[in-house]
């Protein structure tokens, strides 16, 4: 993934199949199409920075020198700029490491794929905006002045002398990467709109949906193409695509798939989903529709963890799933193998109805609708597979039903009916058997704390050793003494 100079990449949701239908490109012809690509250091390198450098890393200096397909200015933008990037990153290294014949040849380099980038995409893009001209001018200055200052670096044999030249040289390289980032950020930006208003424009289905699922691929390419696609009211147009019944179960999972990277919570902005708020309503009745009529496990999950994340993004999403029985349909969902069998589609439906049960009407929904007994299986999900992935998903699923549960029992119904199912026998062997939580402190923090809330409410369900031990202690004395704990084989 490729992430703008300071930005973070995004850590997408583990889907079966990622993408539904869309970009299902042959290994072998994707392999074929990167090798064209790759090629040792440009010629560039011997004509303006003497020789290639026979350091031990310089094997290491296979680069993107080409481009991509013609035509394609989202994709040449992509490619070069995870190779600019690339380079600022790796200059910045060997600066630090005072290598400056390595920071002088990769200067050049620099140079070089910058003015590539700027080229290639003036000759595929639309008439370029006046202020990106200032920018691109700006950003070959300072290539060219960085060019210079590292020439002249290796000319200079004062210590003292050279120390100052580096502080200038670390500017100059800041400076020259705040450009390229501001000249990144326009031209996606441009492009980003450029594939909204096709999708607003368009009466054929197929455009459509070809085009939504452009959307979704950038953002997997991390959270400042999620950012960008926010900023441009990308959302408005998915809320279109997903309230309306013309559109294909798959192209409606796909806008579902974009809304839910767009409002993750781990992304590192919220500013630019004001107008968000607008169509809210619209998408959240689309997407537990969606959840309810849903054909396959894999659009189940990618509506419901649309849904996961909006009700962390606004309250009001809450009451509104409220108001649209989406308990029932989520609770519904989870005896049908055929939508909701793995951890991590358990994972979305746990995670909507931790954030739902602050609500106090949420609590005799659940009790109507036998939840209790369900969030009692989700404290006893366990991997198939063993996977990294899989078990942290189990790991989750364990820590946000006790957390539910604990809410929940605040309703003296739902601890009653919790202690009738034996919910405090499986949260003890939860704290007590490290192995039953895969030695998840978070889960054993959150099983803590609702044992203790149910014991507040029904004390006679725990014998005398489990309430001193895990019910009267301060919190974290208990948490110390699970944490420690040897299992017994007895």
């Known amino acids: 993934?490729?992430?703008?100079?300071?930005?973070?990449?995004?850590?997408?949701?583990?889907?079966?199949?990622?993408?539904?239908?869309?970009m299902q490109v042959d290994s072998v012809q994707r392999w074929m199409e990167d090798l064209k690509l790759m090629t040792e250091c440009e010629c560039m390198c011997v004509l303006q920075a003497k020789p290639i450098s026979l350091e031990e890393d310089a094997q290491s200096d296979l680069i993107l020198a080409g481009?991509?397909?013609?035509?394609?200015?989202?994709?040449?933008?992509?490619?070069?700029?995870?190779?600019?990037s690339t380079e600022l990153r790796r200059i910045g290294q060997k600066l630090a490491q005072d290598r400056?014949?390595?920071?002088?040849?990769?200067?050049?380099?620099?140079?070089?794929?910058?003015?590539?980038?700027?080229?290639?995409?003036?000759?595929?893009s639309r008439s370029s905006s006046q202020e990106m001209g200032q920018i691109e001018k700006l950003l070959m200055e300072k290539c060219s002045e960085l060019s210079a200052v590292t020439e002249r670096c290796l000319q200079v044999e004062n210590e003292h002398v050279l120390k100052s030249m580096k502080a200038c040289v670390s500017e100059t390289l800041s400076t020259l990467g705040q450009h390229f980032g501001q000249l990144l950020e326009l031209a996606l930006t441009r492009e980003v709109q450029a594939l909204v208003r096709k999708i607003n424009a368009s009466d054929n289905i197929y455009t459509t949906e070809s085009t939504t699922g452009n959307l979704f691929?950038?953002?997997?390419?991390?959270?400042?193409?999620?950012?960008?696609?926010?900023?441009?009211?990308?959302?408005?147009?998915?809320?279109?695509?997903?309230?309306?019944?013309?559109?294909?179960?798959?192209?409606?999972?796909?806008a579902a798939a974009v809304v839910a990277q767009v409002t993750?919570?781990?992304?590192?902005?919220?500013?630019?989903?004001?107008?968000?708020l607008e169509s809210m309503e619209e998408i959240v009745t689309a997407l537990v529709k969606l959840c309810q009529e849903a054909s396959s496990g894999e659009?189940?999950?990618?509506?419901?963890?649309?849904?996961?994340?909006?009700?962390?993004f606004d309250t009001m999403a809450c009451e509104m799933l409220l108001q649209l029985n989406a308990i029932r349909v989520l609770l519904e969902a989870c005896s049908d193998k055929q939508r909701v069998d793995t951890p991590y589609t358990r994972d979305q439906i746990v995670t909507i109805l931790a954030n739902m049960s602050v609500l106090e009407q949420c609590a005799s929904d659940i009790i109507q609708e036998n939840g209790v007994q369900l969030i009692m299986g989700m404290l006893s999900e366990k991997p198939r597979s063993g996977?990294?992935?899989?078990?942290?998903?189990?790991?989750?699923?364990?820590?946000?039903?006790?957390v539910t549960l604990a809410r929940l029992s605040r309703d003296p119904a739902v601890a009653r009916e919790a202690v009738r199912l034996s919910c405090m026998s499986r949260l003890i062997e939860l704290c007590r058997s490290p192995s039953e939580r895969n030695s998840s402190d978070a889960v054993l923090v959150a099983c803590l704390a609702a044992l203790r809330r149910l014991a507040g409410v029904c004390p006679e369900g725990l014998q005398d050793s489990d309430f001193q031990q895990l019910v009267q202690p301060r919190l974290v004395d208990s948490f110390l003494l699970c944490s420690n704990m040897e299992e017994s084989f007895v």
């Open 217 to 254: 691929s950038l953002t997997q390419e991390g959270a400042p193409l999620c950012r960008i696609i926010a900023k441009v009211d990308g959302v408005l147009c998915l809320a279109d695509i997903l309230t309306d019944d013309s559109h294909s179960e798959a192209t409606r999972a796909e």
């Open 299 to 312: 659009v189940f999950l990618l509506a419901s963890a649309a849904l996961a994340n909006i009700t962390f």
């Open 264 to 276: 993750s919570p781990h992304l590192p902005f919220t500013q630019h989903l004001g107008s968000f």
């Open 67 to 84: 481009g991509p397909g013609p035509g394609d200015p989202l994709q040449l933008l992509l490619k070069r700029g995870w190779v600019i």
């Open 387 to 402: 996977t990294p992935a899989e078990v942290a998903a189990c790991e989750r699923v364990q820590q946000k039903a006790a």
């Open 1 to 22: 993934m490729m992430a703008l100079p300071g930005g973070r990449h995004l850590d997408s949701i583990p889907l079966p199949g990622q993408r539904l239908h869309l």
């Open 100 to 124: 400056w014949a390595r920071v002088h040849s990769m200067s050049v380099r620099l140079t070089c794929h910058a003015r590539s980038m700027v080229s290639e995409y003036s000759a595929v």
